[in-house]
């Protein structure tokens, strides 16, 4: 199982800005494999589906930001989702627009 999470912030002022891009990645991957993220659990909007024969968790934590570890760690719990299953898709300042960056641990030092 895996846990893919897009980050991003709830309120409408930020629907259509760069900061909410994890939320418009998720959407896509849920228009795209015909899924509907309708289910509300800790502090998020998700859906359970397969994707390829692979169990998938797509999230969207309803917390601002800065607060959207609370949520994805409910979700880690509860299924035990262990990290390296976890995908979290956010915007990053420090990369252009239109840029990929892939990494396996967090914060700026990483690459």
Do not use: W
């Not at 899924?35 to 024969?53: D, H, M, P, T, W």
């Amino acid at each position: 199982m895996y846990l893919i999470v897009g980050l991003g912030n709830p309120d409408k002022e930020y629907e259509n800005t760069r900061h909410n891009m994890g939320f418009n990645v998720i959407d896509k991957i849920a228009k795209d494999c015909d899924i509907k993220i309708a289910q509300s659990k800790f502090k998020g909007l998700y859906a359970v589906e397969y994707i390829n024969e692979e169990k998938v968790i797509l999230l969207k934590p309803q917390t601002y930001m800065n607060s959207s570890g609370e949520s994805v760690i409910e979700f880690k719990n509860f299924y035990k989702i262990p990290n390296e299953k976890i995908i979290v898709i956010y915007d990053d300042i420090d990369l252009e627009p239109g840029t990929i960056r892939i990494r396996k641990k967090g914060g700026p030092r990483y690459t």
